[in-house]
């Protein structure tokens, strides 16, 4: 009875437009509209999800691609379909499956079917209609947002624009400028303040970060994202602000100073969301680069991010004491650490106008982690007070599955609800109908 | 199967009378039994789950009733109708549903329906019959607690014992004479000191709340409760402790020694319900009023009290080491982290005699919720080392069906260890029957 | 549906060889191949899962026979059926009736049942097929790990090795002699160095641990355990080790000093362990004697062992940044924290090739506890990054039942995950048959 009333639910919604407000996609993808290079590129090398179970698993990094050295896709893929059993539960298992069917690959992935597969995938990948602009138009997406550095001209966004009915959006993701353990943050910053001759103090530097939101609201950007390990902000009196960045520019910052930079940077860039009405979301609680010498060889986004605790309520009280009632503003969190769902982000976003919840992120956007976030949550603030979903993702041909995903878990949910009269079945009928549309535009104000 | 088995044990239970051991329904209402003031006022003005969403949802306080003016209640009954989709799923929406049916009210909450629903409740409470005595009876309450001032005379509890069938208890809640950060803390304690001439010294404030606990006693109180942003115990030595109360009285303690001294005094509540008997409540792990410009305009208890993450193991082992073997103390443990319920609560209620697993609280209080709680502490500790149900309510009119959803979520719990072969069905009906009535007496000495 | 692919899959597995490679059986019992006592001390008094709820009940240690006089262990076990009641949903409940169903004890434990029960169960214990061997051999058990003292000779394992068809494994357990906080930490040190005349010095106690471990290397052992409050791992430059060795052995070394110094030795630890390739398995997060009186009086492991947080993704960084990607080494993680699940051991272990997810440990070793390790982690690690099921138990004669718990509940997580279309039945059942046998084997090197 519940699959029944799932199964209808999802059918209203499984063709409905994507709109995907947060994401990693390359915008020179769709500028180019470059086909995929090979299977390996597109659904291994560059996927952390994919790469680091093979890496757990013994896989190097080098074999599969990562490294300095050449390496021969039709290899890699071998490695993949050879070790695809590590894959059955999983998250990356499911929209890898959902993908492969697109291509029309039936066989399972195995080392026996490695090269037919490859061969298959590599076939269609030289077709037009595989290229991503025709992908764009035959997912239905409607809305996809980028993930872009606030010193970006943004002339692809703009040349985007014109070649596709959906639209695209930039997104003003200002970390390594604010971060001053980020590498090469004293440089950038110099850069920053260059661009246009802002002078080299605090207020020139927060003039400097005011002027490339501009930018990016001119070229239609309705979001600033930041991602941060500790969701700390604070209040400094000016004279201290000055004093830090002076600090932190010239290298002899403390960790707590940093520190104390990083969270009253947090603070100013709700600041100025509220100034310029920016949606400003914040992806916390994630150590970047756990394996240093991982990191050395290979780079960063090579999945050793690892969760780490969050402390929303104490970290984001000041930011929310000075602008969790400003009328407009949008707080966008995200988060790993599940403890915090019923505990901070169910209350916060029940309360302040400002917050919402976002959708389960990272190595949480999965079916039973989407059904605990929807328990977690729903009690609380109800459906309305969420994101909706996000895909959060670089992997352009597994956005259609990953909303699918979405949709069906999401389905799950609200048809359990009905059968234990909790809402009524037109009721799921409107929720359902919210939250692959409506809700996220409101979010997103789009 | 597993919801046919679950019916029969609801039906075992629903009209079971209620036991409602922890609360905050205001004594004068059943002492003075004045009819409620209008649909507005009961179900939304003073219920902070519901004006919480609405505020979430960009609804003012002033439109809702909280602010300095006067308010339209037919007009707030509308931004509640109007409003009544974003609670489908949380328990606020499960709650007002059931108590509107009981109102006779069929129509479902809209903008249309809003005053055709206004003058239905209307009507109905203008009866003798929806007069808060005539309820109490109606309802089958066994036993109502309400939270009391440890200054209150209680002549309010006396006069309402000869007037009901049930029992009306009293319980001594000292938060605002043991918090040196709670409003008018020195003023709240000279009063309690003068009462009865205590000196002004540590021993004398102890002897003024150790006399304050022997009236609510003398006049049937069972249990004291206690709020505390952190559930931190600290034995101190007494000439340190006499050397922090003159601190924190002439306002001239350091955050670190206010929070030694609630920690001390959390230990000496402990100390004295070792001594008189009372059962001690404890309510962990909330920071009241995260938004202070909320508070200053409309006061506490406006919805945004924010949990956080609570330590029990450490902070209660002070209590724990020096009472947790007393024999007959009772020490009830309540949270908002769930992470506590398998790590550390079930833990320390399947060793301690005097610990009990508080039942979910406040935003925990939902069927989802409550299936959490049972999986979580269930396997650990058996269903006898929990509190049974309280309502921890201040809406009177939703007191049966909070005892009833909970009584449907432990239902299907029981129903679905029967199905899966884990305890036997007339285990799970002696379990259902335990629940309801003689746990409860039991854990709060009744 | 989802019932019957469950029953299927637990099927396959359940007469499958048990692989225990971790748990607390005294290797004397399948040495000396002693009949057990009496059902009492089989059933109850060395059964902390047993005893702690019974003492929770306001049953004392005494009457249950941990104190120093006497007690009559037909009296014991009248106390255990007259309280049977209370673990109803508990994991002991459903072993303890198990093991009771193998013995042919079909009555239900309760006053009226007690002398009936304990006489049946006397009466079997008198036989030889209920003595260890034969029950080790009746049980299937293939490899049965015991932990064991540093300094132990094992001659014991030696002479069981020629009795038993399964394997009986060593573990190396050091935490007395790595804790400044155990008792007699220096008095153990010394007899550590006195064994072979190690210098009392950093180097030579490096020295001394590396030798024991090579002797449990050539006595079989594959893994070196340890149990520890908080994770911290850290790596010292080695004169400071030196000086805080002085330190600790001394007994001058501060709280800090003391924790420094066990960090550094789970570094070395794990040092050690990709030197010479014993498994490495850490239990974290578990506040031991939480009650110091009941310690005085009863000993350790009397029921008051009680969880607290863990930081796995911090605490470990150290050894994992200098250990984590070397070949051939394998750390497995345990923890009561259900908050790391998805937060840090399946992030962790899905790109750590040496780490591993243990399976759910202690209070979390129950039916509904293993199904929410399962979502929690699976979605991001997939299955093979489990350590496939661990008893952990000094109860002999409850592995099997232990064993079939876990089996039944595997079975029906992945019969969901069938029935949701997210593995196809074939998958299901490789990973069922991978959990039992393969992957435990593979991660612990047997």
């Excluded at 390594?176 to 802002?198: H, I, K, T």
């Excluded at 520019?249 to 707590?256: D, M, P, T, V």
């Amino acid at each position: 009875m519940t699959r029944g009333i799932a199964r209808d639910l999802y059918q209203r919604v499984a063709e409905a437009p994507i709109i995907s407000p947060h994401g990693h996609v390359p915008i020179d993808w769709l500028a180019n509209d470059t086909p995929f290079a090979d299977p390996a590129a597109l659904f291994v090398t560059h996927d952390h999800y994919v790469t680091r179970l093979l890496h757990a698993s013994g896989v190097s990094f080098d074999d599969l691609g990562l490294g300095q050295g050449a390496s021969d896709p039709r290899e890699v893929w071998r490695l993949l379909a050879s070790n695809w059993h590590l894959f059955a539960g999983t998250s990356s298992g499911y929209w890898l499956e959902e993908e492969l069917d697109d291509l029309g690959v039936a066989a399972e992935l195995c080392a026996d079917t490695a090269d037919e597969t490859y061969d298959a995938i590599a076939m269609k990948l030289a077709l037009p209609e595989w290229r991503p602009r025709s992908l764009f138009e035959r997912f239905g997406i409607d809305v996809l947002a980028t993930t872009d550095d606030p010193l970006d001209d943004l002339a692809q966004h703009v040349a985007v624009a014109d070649a596709l009915a959906g639209r695209v959006l930039a997104t003003f993701r200002p970390d390594r400028y604010l971060d001053p353990d980020a590498p090469a943050f004293a440089e950038n910053v110099e850069r920053l303040l260059g661009e246009a001759a802002f002078p080299s103090t605090f207020v020139g530097y927060l003039a400097a970060l005011a002027d490339r939101r501009r930018h990016f609201i001119r070229h239609g950007a309705v979001s600033a994202d930041h991602g941060v390990e500790e969701p700390l902000t604070i209040d400094l009196e000016s004279a201290r602000a000055e004093q830090l960045f002076q600090s932190v520019l010239r290298g002899r910052a403390s960790s707590e100073e940093k520190r104390l930079f990083r969270g009253h940077m947090l603070f100013q860039m709700a600041r100025m969301s509220v100034e310029d009405g920016l949606v400003m979301t914040v992806h916390a609680g994630v150590l970047r680069n756990h394996s240093t010498s991982t990191l050395r060889t290979y780079g960063p986004d090579t999945g050793h991010d690892i969760p780490v605790p969050v402390d929303f309520t104490r970290g984001l009280r000041p930011l929310l004491e000075a602008f969790g009632l400003a009328p407009g503003f949008h707080l966008v969190l995200f988060g790993i650490d599940e403890s915090v769902y019923s505990r901070e982000l169910a209350p916060l976003a029940g309360f302040y106008p400002s917050v919402y919840i976002g959708a389960p992120w990272w190595f949480l956007d999965a079916p039973d982690s989407i059904g605990r976030f929807r328990s977690a949550t729903t009690e609380t603030a109800g459906f309305s007070r969420g994101s909706g979903f996000i895909d959060d993702t670089r992997a352009f041909l597994s956005i259609p599955a990953r909303h699918d995903m979405a949709r069906r878990a999401d389905s799950a949910f609200l048809a359990r609800l009905v059968v234990e009269g909790r809402i009524r079945a037109q009721q799921a009928e409107r929720i359902a109908d919210d939250l692959v549309g409506p809700l996220p535009r409101r979010v997103f104000k789009l």
